[in-house]
């Protein structure tokens, strides 16, 4: 038996980890297939969800310590980010927004276009303990989660 992760969607596909014993892998499963397609095995993934790009054609993976990208059919991940806990494109797909802990706090990141040098966006405060948010449909708030799941929605 196998558990789940979270999971995001993109067309008639969802992206999701998949856990089994010490095992995780990132698979994708389209509506109309029998079986979901296993995209990566290892590393083992930690419990961000995966994300798409904006185009539909890659999901998007936080694993240790990194941010990766790998095609919806599959091959080889290509690394987008180091030193990522959580990450999400905008809707627009222009911006890559992550969180990135540094000597104990996690801040927040904007990377335009995604995979540029990173940069803070130090005009949100985060609550200690974020780990992790969502864009608003216009990007213009976030609704974060901290290590007690309490919501916070800033903007």
Known sequence: GAGGGGGREAGGSVAYVRAAGTRSELVVKSIQAALPVPLVKEPLLRGAPPTWTADGTRVCYVATPDFWC???AGGTPQR?????????????GRALIFLRSEN???RLFGSSPPGAEPRVLDT?????GTKSFRLSPDGTKLLLRDSINHLWLVG
């Open 104 to 106: 104990g706090k996690t």
């Open 70 to 72: 790998v095609g919806a």
């Open 124 to 128: 949100v405060s985060l609550p200690d």
């Open 80 to 92: 987008l980010m180091a030193e990522v806990v959580f990450a999400e494109f905008t809707r627009d």
